[in-house]
């Protein structure tokens, strides 16, 4: 089993920046495959990063060691609110979907 924890999120002005974390513990054997998803209300839930794209906001990056990975956000609007999940996808050694309980990002003035 493993264990996903996010932190970081809270209310941000519009153009601000925010950085989330998700760690994970237990059977942890890779956290290069873990992803960022988010939800707003009334919306399905969306893959955020890793993706790759001209001038993205959104970044990932990991620190293997601490089996963290963390989301830097920048230049956030109010449509960046949503609830965010830090995802472990199934792979070739586990066949778990693992998420996490989620964080909340509101982007508001």
């Known amino acids: 089993q493993v264990q996903l924890v996010e932190s970081g999120g809270g209310l941000v002005q519009p153009g601000g920046s925010l950085r989330l974390s998700c760690t994970a513990s237990?059977?942890?054997?890779?956290?290069?495959?873990m992803r960022w998803f988010r939800q707003a209300p009334g919306k399905q839930r969306e893959l955020v990063a890793p993706?790759?794209?001209?001038?993205e906001r959104f970044t990932i990056s990991r620190d293997n060691a601490k089996n963290t990975v963390y989301l830097q956000m920048n230049s956030l609007t109010p449509d960046d609110t949503a609830v965010y999940y830090c995802?472990?996808?199934?792979?070739?050694?586990?066949?778990?979907?693992?998420w996490g309980q989620g964080t909340q990002v509101t982007v508001s003035s």
């Open positions: 995802n472990l996808p199934p792979t070739a050694w586990d066949s778990s979907d693992y």
């Open positions: 237990g059977r942890v054997f890779s956290i290069v495959p």
């Open positions: 993706i790759i794209r001209v001038k």
